[in-house]
């Protein structure tokens, strides 16, 4: 009987060794993806999807580091976000507006801070996508977060 005991704790701790695929939480992890020295643990498909995923990733970075905006001013990059977007979701009109009278976001806009435009624009973007939205909401947010 104890032999038995043992013999099944044996049993689970090798299958607790064997690692379980980072994706899908599921299948046996058979391949490992290494990363900027990270290691990942993928089952077969997932891996497939990944590799796929990583390929993608280098073939856009030069598209990507193109779309800077961090020199631009706020009324600059609701040009942009006017240009790209076209018919500008109702919402956002108001404070897509507000902003082309900003320089900075530290800037006013009649009793409103131009923080809070700026975050209400975001709030009622959600309809801008694609790459331009993208960069245009990240240069936009990190200003919110900074302090010029
Ligand atoms: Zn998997």
Not at 33 to 48: P, R
Request: aromatic share 8%.
């Amino acid at each position: 009987m104890n032999n038995f005991v043992e013999m099944l704790k044996v049993l689970t701790e090798k299958k607790e060794e064997q690692p379980k695929c980072d994706t899908c939480k599921k299948c046996k992890a058979t391949k490992e993806i290494k990363v900027k020295g990270k290691t990942k643990h993928l089952c077969s498909s997932c891996a497939k999807e990944y590799k796929a995923t990583l390929k993608e990733a280098e073939e856009t970075p030069a598209k990507a580091e193109k779309m800077d905006y961090s020199d631009k001013s706020i009324s600059q990059l609701a040009s942009i976000a006017k240009k790209d977007w076209g018919k500008v979701y109702y919402s956002a009109v108001p404070y897509l507006n507000a902003m082309r009278s900003l320089e900075k976001i530290t800037d006013k806009y009649e009793a409103d801070s131009g923080r809070s435009v700026v975050a209400y624009f975001l709030a009622n973007a959600t309809q801008w996508k694609g790459d331009v939205a993208r960069n245009v909401k990240k240069e936009l947010n990190k200003r919110l977060g900074g302090k010029k």
